[in-house]
């Protein structure tokens, strides 16, 4: 048995979701925030047999489309002057961890 912990952006986890449930996987979603931007994301936690990993990983991967966006950054100068401009990061897409289960109960 394997535990799947795919991070997703806030954006996708609703048609990650749908998709992984539309094919019988049982999804518990937290929510996270990430790291560089401090966005929004969804982790998304999946209890599976092994033979299933691969497929789960392929539903997430078609549904966690990255793209890119325009979001504001800032500049230090001497004496405690800012400058703010725009650039462009990639976001979306998934992080997903594969971890092996060495007992799985459910009461």
């Known amino acids: 048995m394997k535990l799947i912990m795919a991070i997703v952006s ?42 299933k990993v691969d497929h789960a990983i392929e539903i997430i991967g078609q549904e966690s489309s990255r793209r890119t966006e325009v979001v504001p950054s800032t500049i230090s100068y001497d004496m405690g002057r800012f400058d703010s401009f725009p650039i462009e990061v990639t976001v979306g897409g998934a992080t997903i961890f594969v971890l092996n289960v060495e007992q799985f109960i459910k009461k």
């Open 10 to 51: 806030n954006d996708d986890a609703s048609s990650v979701t749908t998709a992984l449930n539309a094919e019988r996987y049982q999804v518990t979603r937290l929510a996270t925030t990430g790291g560089f931007l401090q966005a929004g994301n969804t982790t998304l936690i999946i209890g599976t047999e092994d033979e």
